[in-house]
């Protein structure tokens, strides 16, 4: 019989802003919803973390951390960085909002279809290690890169296409739950499959680590399988610390040599034989898919093993939302992510194990009446064991009791610096500093604390002060104007502006789309939140085109051009009708709409036809007359002595003349 479950998140309203509509995916870290923003009006992903992190002496603690590394999350802004909204703890409910993402997880697309095609390996390899990049650059380190925490970025409707965009999630947050986690249950958190040796032996992370799980996740996109599937945690961490990672060629044969040594510098042991960081990295990449032929970037590996992701077990269908990474809707579990706190001490598989319980057997006596001597041993022994309680529970009030704890000073926010340090040290708190933009807080002053003024911080704890570095300023790109309006959008956004509405203006020399002018000066310095807008060619501006037809040549070209037309005057023609030298046809015709720079083309009239004159001298009028009405002329008559002989003696046009012309005849 199946037993219904129900979330008791699911139509919750957290923190009074967001409401709960669906549960995406749950983790070894957390569950993800899927929410709405109701201030925003949004959709965003809630990430709530276990409860038990919270939990115990260190929940305070693991609070702190949590609100501190979701902080420095959301200060980093770039396309393939899942966006970090807001964090907040509601209740016993630790909580991040984040950008939602449909589509799925590289997990999913390895159980799902294999190893990816060698060109996709290296996409998204690219793409991963730029988000990682941009973090490396603001001194943060994820710490957990799995196929898990890769998004692949959907349409929104649950299809994803071969060469989708991926986003990296969950930056910082396997800091904040491992530093809990191993104080408090002597548990590491993390996939030991992407584990780097130096953070199995010793615990330590920078950039590097990071570039050594994109090298396993390399191995394992290329292959479709990790390079030591189905192992047991323990057996994996000790193949990490002890032996260089296999080549992807020893598991399928055509995988080109370039790709090994890139996974084999990528998860170098040592880590100065690493790359420094994702940015140097991420060089190597595209230098080696440059030097690839087409056909080999076009290949997918078939292995004969089984693939990684089954090994690895199920991943989260469907949309997922800021890094699902764990299972799907149903409980999974988190075994292969969790290593002992005392293998980090000594990796070796055949360590023998010590007792840690010893049983000891008292006989039973038989009960005597203890002796005045005893008696007074007795109470000796009452005395020192109540004077023992008494310092015991001394200690235990100074170092984990009441008497362990007081409260981060109040008064130290908008504050400079230096007196909010000198509050704290006065009350016997250690003090760190980090800073952090601000929009209203001034350079230098302090903008909060962690813990929180009037929270809870041990008596010979640290408080840290989160300082103001003022308002941040962006640099406007360059080479804006004259750029496609799509480009020089992307490049304000990659800059970290917000793009307003395009203005739109007419121009007869720039295409459609080119941009004309920005809002701010390109090159200069910008408070981060200025919207920048940009003016975009809208081409040239329509025109009606006139009535030209009739008008005198130069006239009718006059006006066209002054519309900011072009004239093309074409080969002219004979009209009985537009005088020489007149527009005979226009094309386009009057009323049509045109755009300045279109091309008008003029005909242009040459008057009438020349037609052969009849020669009608000798002739009589009568007959003259009417031989050269016939041929199109008109006649006029000059006759001298009354027309006597009534015979044409003379005619002043001969040969061609125009049709309709004049010819003049001398009668008499």
Not at 145 to 158: A, F, R, S, T, Y
Not at 488 to 501: I, M, N
Request: aromatic share 4%; glycine share 10%; charged share 25%.
């Amino acid at each position: 019989m199946a037993i219904a479950t129900t979330d008791p998140l699911l139509g919750r309203l957290v923190d009074g802003r967001y409401e709960i509509v669906a549960r995406v995916a749950r983790g070894g870290m957390a569950t993800v919803y899927r929410a709405t923003d109701r201030r925003l009006d949004r959709e965003v992903a809630i990430k709530v973390m276990h409860p038990h992190l919270a939990d115990g002496v260190d929940g305070a603690a693991f609070v702190s951390r949590f609100r501190r590394e979701a902080r420095a999350a959301a200060r980093l802004t770039h396309p393939g960085v899942v966006a970090v909204y807001d964090q907040g703890v509601d209740g016993d409910t630790s909580y991040l909002a984040m950008e939602y993402v449909p589509g799925t997880n590289l997990r999913r697309e390895l159980h799902t279809s294999g190893a990816l095609t060698l060109g996709r390996t290296l996409d998204v390899l690219a793409q991963v290690l730029a988000a990682l990049a941009a973090a490396h650059r603001k001194g943060l380190v994820h710490r957990d890169v799995k196929p898990e925490n890769v998004l692949v970025v959907g349409d929104g409707e649950g299809d994803v296409a071969p060469d989708a965009a991926v986003k990296v999630a969950d930056f910082g947050l396997a800091r904040a739950v491992t530093e809990v986690t191993t104080t408090t249950t002597g548990t590491v958190l993390g996939t030991v499959a992407y584990l780097a040796p130096e953070v199995i032996t010793s615990g330590s992370c920078d950039a590097r680590t990071d570039v050594y799980a994109v090298g396993v996740l390399a191995y394992e996109l290329a292959t479709g399988t990790l390079p030591y599937a189905g192992e047991t945690p323990i057996q994996v961490a000790f193949h990490h610390v002890h032996e260089d990672l296999p080549a992807p060629s020893g598991r399928v044969d055509w995988l080109p040599g370039g790709l090994d040594a890139l996974v084999g510098t990528f998860t170098a042991r040592d880590p100065a034989l690493r790359p420094a960081d994702a940015g140097v990295a991420l060089e190597a990449v595209e230098t080696l898919r440059a030097s690839l032929d087409p056909e080999v970037l076009s290949r997918r590996a078939e292995p004969a093993g089984p693939r990684a992701a089954e090994a690895a077990g199920p991943a989260a269908p469907g949309a997922l939302a800021g890094g699902a990474e764990g299972t799907d809707v149903a409980e999974g579990t988190d075994a292969v992510d969790e290593i002992p706190t005392a293998f980090f001490q000594e990796v070796s598989p055949s360590a023998p194990s010590q007792p840690t319980d010893l049983l000891v057997e008292q006989p039973t006596e038989v009960y005597r009446r203890p002796s005045r001597r005893r008696r007074a041993v007795a109470w000796a022994l009452t005395l020192v064991l109540v004077l023992a309680g008494g310092g015991l529970g001394t200690w235990w009030w100074f170092a984990d009791g009441p008497g362990a704890w007081t409260s981060v000073p109040t008064g130290v926010a908008g504050v400079p610096a230096d007196d909010a340090r000198t509050t704290l040290e006065r009350s016997g708190l250690d003090t760190t500093t980090s800073r952090a933009f601000h929009d209203d807080v001034p350079e230098g002053s302090v903008v909060t604390t962690v813990p929180a003024p009037g929270d809870r911080v041990r008596t010979d704890g640290s408080v840290e002060l989160v300082v103001s570095r003022g308002v941040q300023m962006l640099t406007v790109p360059r080479e804006l104007v004259g750029a496609d309006r799509k480009d020089a959008t992307a490049a304000l956004k990659d800059a970290g502006f917000s793009v307003g509405e395009p203005t739109d203006a007419h121009d007869d020399e720039a295409p459609r789309g080119e941009v004309l002018d920005v809002s701010v000066a390109e090159g200069s310095r910008q408070r981060h939140d200025t919207v920048v807008t940009l003016t975009v060619s809208d081409g040239p501006a329509p025109v009606q085109v006139p009535q030209e037809v009739g008008k005198e040549k130069d006239a009718a070209v006059a006006d066209l051009e002054g519309l900011g037309l072009v004239v093309k005057v074409g080969d002219p023609e004979y009209s009985e009708d537009v005088p020489k030298g007149h527009v005979l046809a226009q094309d386009p015709e009057q009323g049509a709409t045109a755009h300045r720079t279109d091309t008008v083309t003029l005909t242009i009239s040459q008057g009438p036809p020349l037609v052969e004159v009849p020669n009608v001298v000798g002739k009589r009028s009568e007959p003259a007359r009417k031989a050269l009405e016939k041929a199109g002329f008109e006649v006029k008559e000059n006759a001298y002595l009354g027309g006597l002989l009534d015979t044409v003696r003379f005619q002043d046009t001969t040969g061609e003349a125009p049709k309709g012309s004049t010819v003049t005849l001398t009668v008499w």
